[in-house]
């Protein structure tokens, strides 16, 4: 066999006949092959820049320890009812058995607030997984002013497939007392609503369990409904006129996720970055409400609230607050494999409506930076004024796991300059938001999921506490999650296709609870070790209060199969604070004795050398945390000197006020109406 000719270049001559170089190899033309090389270099050198920049130098033992010493806690154990299971998984649908502890790995939930009437949040409501109960129990330390108890949702009907994922107080027939909004996979959510005479104490039988969504008789006592499968909500008075409305987020579509023998029409989601499949929003409008012995609460659905192109997404944390001066409450959506959502509120009295709106993209702004277009994995959000400008920033959770799937937190900046230019913003479809995270050191946590952002030690600067960990066993099948992740999309929406997360696998099992605080420099460190929070078990939900009126911020954690925990502020500083309790009066009360929380009223605080803070009263949002009804600010170093106070809140009638007051440091109960007025505490 003869040996090969030179191979030859069909462009090396014009006339198309190849002229070998000398030697018989092909000539080399450096200048080409850099230019066709330009653009992998530049995806290389931008990677690696923003790799530089998110892996900023941590902080020193010594800084650690420094910024730690503000902090103290301890941790005391909640009180359960006795007698409850302890179990590790949940049943689940036969499509979803070999992925079961992936689909048993969210439900445990928190919420502190004032249950009995008593003027301080020490009462707790909480989902237990282990047992799948709702639980109500006195914050520790509160005295034993009643017994542990499971809400019991009889005579409403439930099924096998029915679990509690969430607990939000609040007053939804505004009578004066607080009930229980309570919601699940496997049905509608449920309102208990509290009775006006409850002889003995708090227990179960001071509920009235009421759905939220009315629904047919059962004729044998199972749940026969729509099988919503939620794991968010959100309540706020979205179309102003003095009602609480609550926003309903499903995560997997409706159906019998968690039921052994329900049909096997179960999917997933059909994409890891744009997942448009998931259960979906339900926005209810309060519409009517009576009290007494037999309280009713009314709700109607408005369909057309969301576009539906917006609100299909696998939802895990929703939250609102008003950022344009209306006081008609934006919502945010952090959906999980995909696109969250800023949605600006355009309701009127008697109609709910959204629009959809997008962050701006920079030239170095990589996609998934930019807000309404990100692909990564939203599991909560927390609207707070971070950084004392006097606007809502907002903190949200991701998936960012070191050698797993590692996103990026989302911290938004706002932009916007005033509540006028917010909403010329908002009203152009553009979200006036900023992806800051890395530049304030606070990009990667784990697998975060619940996040609220609260001042601690009363210094004027907020921390974040932010909940991690996703499913723990012995076996780390993050190799098996990462080759799903880079499987094509067309995979995933058959359950069948994804790999085994059964009892003894771990994935991201024992990451630990974040504490994010506030470092010399304006960045944070997440000091959770020096404090003794890393508790190396997933937490889902995080509740926050003041509950012991003692001027400090207590949190309680809820751990995902595991017993849920409650840290006392041991050190709120110097005690200089100024904390609000702000309150309509009840509806159809006459005496003024009863009062109900003031859904969204937002109070501006101003120190004497004109820093200033931004805070509401919030209704209820995030993942499965709920923060107490009280506004508080820390004052650091000017407890001492006058502050004012500006409050917007709409009353019953939704008409919108302003007012402001001056305020001395400590607790101040308010009555607003048409005007603010000081009224002694409950």
Same mark, same amino acid.
Not at 471 to 491: C, F, H, T, Y
């Given at each position: ?89 949940? $049943? ?9 502890? +992936? ?11 004032? &249950? ?83 002889? =003995? ?14 629904? #047919? ?24 006129? =003095? ?68 609100? %299909? !997404?696998?939802?895990?944390? *929703? ?30 009295? !008697?109609?709910?409506?959204? /629009? ?31 950084? !004392? ?10 998936? @960012? ?65 932010? #909940? ?16 799903? /992740?880079?499987?094509?999309? &067309?995979?995933?929406?058959? $359950? ?16 630990? &609870?974040?504490? +994010? ?10 000091? *959770? ?17 003041? %509950? ?12 995902? +199969? ?32 009863? @009062? ?9 605080? %101003? ?41 917007? +809140?709409?009353? &019953?009638? =939704? ?28």
């Amino acid at each position: 066999m003869s040996a090969p000719g030179p191979v030859s270049s069909p462009k090396s001559r014009r006339d198309g006949h190849a002229r070998p170089r000398e030697g018989g190899t092909l000539p080399t033309r450096p200048a080409g092959l850099v230019r066709r090389l330009l653009p992998s270099i530049f995806v290389l050198v931008l990677v690696g820049a923003l790799y530089v920049v998110a892996r900023a130098p941590s902080a020193s033992a010594e800084d650690r320890a420094a910024i730690a010493s503000r902090y103290q806690f301890t941790e005391l154990p909640i009180a359960l009812p006795p007698g409850l299971t302890h179990r590790t998984v949940r $049943p689940v649908n036969s499509d979803y058995e070999h992925i079961r502890s +992936w689909v048993s790995s969210v439900g445990a939930a928190i919420a502190v607030n004032d &249950l009995t009437g008593a003027g301080v949040a020490q009462d707790l409501c909480l989902v237990d997984t282990r047992s799948d109960s709702v639980v109500v129990t006195p914050v520790p330390g509160t005295g034993d002013r009643y017994q542990p108890f499971v809400l019991d949702p009889a005579p409403l009907p439930t099924g096998p497939g029915v679990a509690p994922m969430g607990c939000n107080p609040g007053d939804f027939n505004q009578d004066g007392r607080m009930d229980l909004l309570t919601y699940y996979w496997g049905r509608t959510p449920i309102l208990f609503l509290n009775k006006q005479s409850t002889p =003995g104490g708090l227990s179960t039988a001071s509920y009235r369990p009421t759905e939220l969504v009315p629904q #047919a008789p059962s004729p044998d006592g199972t749940y026969h409904g729509p099988l919503w499968n939620t794991n968010a909500v959100a309540v706020a008075d979205f179309d102003g006129d =003095g009602g609480p409305d609550i926003g309903v987020f499903n995560y997997f579509p409706d159906s019998g996720v968690l039921d052994p023998d329900s049909p096997a029409n179960v999917e997933m989601n059909h994409s890891m970055s744009r997942a448009e499949n998931g259960g979906g929003a339900h926005i209810l409008r309060w519409t009517a409400a009576t009290g007494g012995d037999q309280p009713t609460a009314s709700y109607q659905e408005q369909p057309a609230a969301i576009d539906p192109k917006l609100a %299909t !997404g696998w939802t895990l944390g *929703s939250a609102s607050a008003d950022l344009d001066g209306d006081l008609l409450p934006e919502l945010y959506l952090a959906n999980d494999f995909g696109h969250d959502h800023l949605l600006h509120n355009v309701s009127t009295n !008697g109609r709910i409506k959204f /629009a959809g709106t997008t962050g701006r993209r920079g030239v170095a702004t990589p996609k998934s930076m930019v807000l309404g277009q990100d692909s990564f994995k939203g599991m909560s959000v927390d609207f707070g004024d971070l950084t !004392g400008t006097g606007r809502f920033d907002m903190f949200v959770s991701n998936i @960012t796991t070191s050698w797993g799937i590692e996103e990026s937190n989302f911290l938004w900046k706002n932009t916007s300059t005033s509540a006028g230019d917010a909403a010329a913003k908002l009203r152009a479809g553009v979200a006036p938001f900023d992806q800051k995270a890395a530049d304030y050191h606070m990009a990667f946590t784990g697998w975060g999921w619940d996040t609220k952002m609260a001042d601690f030690d009363n210094s004027g600067h907020p921390a974040v506490v932010q #909940a991690a960990g996703f499913v723990k066993g012995d076996i780390n099948r993050w190799p098996w999650l990462q080759e799903l /992740a880079m499987s094509n999309d &067309l995979m995933l929406q058959n $359950p069948g296709m994804w790999p085994h997360a059964e009892p003894g696998d771990d994935i991201s099992g024992h990451e630990a &609870l974040a504490f +994010w605080a506030r470092d010399r420099d304006g960045k944070y460190v997440n000091v *959770s070790s020096e404090l003794g929070l890393a508790v190396p078990v997933p937490t889902r939900g995080v509740a926050v209060g003041d %509950t012991n009126g003692d001027g400090g911020q207590d949190f309680a954690v809820a751990r995902q +199969w595991d017993s849920p925990a409650y840290y006392r502020n041991d050190n709120p500083g110097q005690g200089a604070f100024v904390g609000l309790r702000l309150h309509r009066p009840a509806r159809g009360d006459a005496t003024g004795a009863a @009062t109900t929380p003031a859904y969204g009223a937002q109070v501006r605080l %101003t120190t004497a050398d004109g820093r200033t803070q931004l805070a509401q009263l919030d209704g209820g949002g995030g993942h499965s945390g709920r923060r107490s009804f009280d506004v508080f600010f820390g004052l650091g170093s000017h407890g001492d000197q006058p502050v004012k106070a500006e409050i917007s +809140w709409r009353d &019953l009638d =939704g008409g919108r006020h302003v007012q402001t007051l001056d305020v001395t440091p400590g607790w101040h109960d308010l009555m607003l109406t048409g005007q603010a007025t000081e009224v002694p505490a409950r």
